[in-house]
């Protein structure tokens, strides 16, 4: 009896073995399945995140090292060229730098270059065109040092001597007659890079006036600020006026004045003044 029990015994003990093993056989082949189902599963799929510095780094790498220099200096390379002097006026200016135009009036003897100074304007009272001490104290013709004429004032003043000889501005006096000015309504102006011509608007008698004196000034006008300034000057100048000329000047006109000794009185001049042609479109 004791036999037959232990045999059954054993006979139970192996079948709870075989039970384990194979559970663990299961379980083992199980967890290989399970693994080869993770592994071979497709990942889902996670769209790309941009990160904002990305295209500021691209931005970066992509525009040139110095783009304001490059933007600043376009337009100097498409700035139009200097203009050419007028050939005439550039052999003068080689002799002397100086000179600013040339005034001419047909019929008279006023054919001269003009001379500018503006760091002492009185230069050429008694100098000549090669800077020269003159003996005869004519000098030359020369623009007020309060003008400009890069870029232009509104106003070109413009003085010379009334000599004796004819010379210089001499001429100027015989626009005191209506007649004369009919036959010398035109002043022709060179600069150092146009011709232009400038037609008489007024002519006139003033003087030089105390500082102190409250009256129309014609030698402090050279800029206007304003169209009320400029309407000012000319109504001044219409208001002495020696005879009507017909011919005005409106704002924005480019004005030339003429102005030289005239002895009816201490300190006297006449005035010639002059607007330049408008052309005609």
Same mark, same amino acid.
């Given at each position: 009896?004791?036999?037959?029990?232990?045999?059954?015994?054993?006979?139970?003990?192996?079948?709870?073995?075989?039970?384990?093993?194979?559970?663990? &056989?299961?379980?083992?082949?199980?967890?290989? !399945? #399970?693994?080869?189902?993770?592994?071979?599963?497709?990942?889902?799929?996670?769209?790309?995140? @941009?990160?904002?510095?990305?295209?500021?780094?691209?931005?970066? #790498?992509?525009?040139?090292?110095?783009?304001?220099?490059?933007?600043?200096?376009?337009?100097?390379?498409?700035?139009?060229?200097?203009?050419?002097? !007028?050939?005439?006026?550039?052999?003068?200016?080689?002799?002397?730098? $100086?000179?600013?135009?040339? !005034?001419?009036?047909?019929?008279?003897?006023? $054919?001269?270059?003009?001379?500018?100074?503006?760091? /002492?304007?009185?230069?050429?009272?008694?100098?000549?065109? @090669?800077?020269?001490? $003159?003996?005869?104290?004519?000098?030359?013709?020369?623009? /007020?040092?309060?003008?400009?004429?890069?870029?232009?004032?509104?106003?070109?003043?413009?003085?010379?001597?009334?000599?004796?000889?004819?010379?210089?501005?001499?001429?100027?006096?015989?626009?005191? /007659?209506? /007649?004369?000015?009919?036959?010398?309504?035109?002043?022709?102006?060179?600069?150092?890079?146009?011709?232009?011509?400038?037609?008489?608007?007024?002519?006139?008698?003033?003087?030089?006036?105390?500082? $102190?004196?409250?009256? &129309?000034?014609?030698?402090?006008?050279?800029?206007?600020?304003?169209?009320?300034?400029?309407?000012?000057?000319?109504?001044?100048?219409?208001?002495?006026?020696?005879?009507?000329?017909?011919?005005?000047? @409106?704002?924005?006109?480019?004005?030339?004045?003429?102005?030289?000794?005239?002895?009816?009185? @201490?300190?006297?001049?006449?005035?010639?003044?002059?607007?330049?042609?408008? !052309?005609?479109?």
């Amino acid at each position: 009896m004791e036999v037959k029990e232990r045999k059954k015994g054993r006979r139970r003990a192996g079948k709870r073995s075989r039970r384990i093993w194979t559970a663990v &056989f299961v379980f083992a082949v199980l967890a290989v !399945i #399970l693994a080869a189902v993770l592994l071979l599963r497709p990942k889902p799929y996670a769209p790309k995140v @941009e990160r904002e510095t990305e295209p500021e780094k691209v931005e970066t #790498l992509s525009v040139p090292t110095e783009p304001e220099t490059m933007t600043q200096t376009e337009p100097e390379t498409e700035a139009k060229p200097e203009p050419e002097m !007028i050939p005439s006026m550039k052999e003068l200016y080689d002799k002397n730098s $100086d000179i600013a135009g040339w !005034i001419k009036i047909e019929g008279t003897a006023i $054919d001269y270059p003009v001379m500018y100074t503006p760091q /002492d304007g009185e230069y050429y009272l008694f100098r000549t065109f @090669e800077k020269e001490e $003159d003996p005869a104290k004519q000098g030359c013709l020369f623009i /007020d040092e309060h003008c400009q004429i890069a870029p232009r004032s509104t106003n070109l003043l413009v003085h010379g001597h009334n000599m004796k000889n004819g010379s210089m501005f001499r001429a100027l006096l015989g626009y005191k /007659d209506e /007649d004369f000015y009919k036959k010398h309504p035109l002043i022709q102006y060179t600069t150092l890079y146009e011709e232009e011509i400038y037609e008489i608007i007024a002519v006139f008698r003033s003087e030089i006036f105390r500082q $102190d004196e409250d009256v &129309f000034k014609y030698y402090h006008f050279f800029n206007a600020q304003t169209k009320e300034e400029f309407d000012e000057y000319v109504e001044n100048c219409k208001a002495l006026e020696r005879y009507p000329t017909g011919i005005t000047a @409106e704002y924005g006109d480019e004005l030339l004045t003429l102005s030289t000794c005239d002895y009816y009185t @201490e300190n006297g001049r006449l005035v010639v003044v002059a607007r330049k042609q408008k !052309i005609l479109e």
